[in-house]
């Protein structure tokens, strides 16, 4: 990681609007979670937004949750230009070294037959399994698409899954 660098990501800043349309042209509309309840979220210490750069070159980001003894990783993401070069690994090591306490804990889009993305899907399986993440096998369904957890540290529960999700969801002020 020689040059990596990591920065919160401060509101109106040029950092912020690159990190955004990275947001808005990487993930599915039906994954993204309303722009501003990112920020509450972080706003109120719930979660990290961070830039990550090589040097002064804006490499992408990430946003992580905080759970109890878990960080989940709810976006990462790497600029299209500087994908296969492993900048996506130095990211996850970046992010288990940010929080040595914590358990990592990622969900992915389930690969499936029928799906036109299914090796995109089972690369982004890889990308993690390589990183040292653990497959729990456990599956659920969200807005339409199928997910499932791994994680990286401690020992994980894969019903945990909901509680993590239903906490950033208070936090963005839903009540359920």
Known sequence: MPGLSARKVEKDSPVEAFCRELYEETFDRRMRVPYGDLWKVADK???????VFD??????????FFH???VFIYYLAVCPEMRDRGYGTDIVDLIKDS???KRVVVCIEAP???DKLVSVRYR???FYSRNGFIDTLYKFESVG????VLY???QFDPEEIQDILRAFRRQCGFRR
């Open 152 to 154: 990286w540290g401690s």
């Open 55 to 64: 040097s002064d070159i804006f490499l992408g980001f990430y946003y992580v």
């Open 99 to 101: 929080y040595p306490e």
């Open 124 to 126: 982004r399986l890889g």
């Open 45 to 51: 210490g719930h979660a990290d937004y961070i830039a």
């Open 145 to 148: 698409i199928m997910y499932e």
């Open 68 to 70: 109890k003894e878990n």
């Open 112 to 114: 499936h037959v029928d």
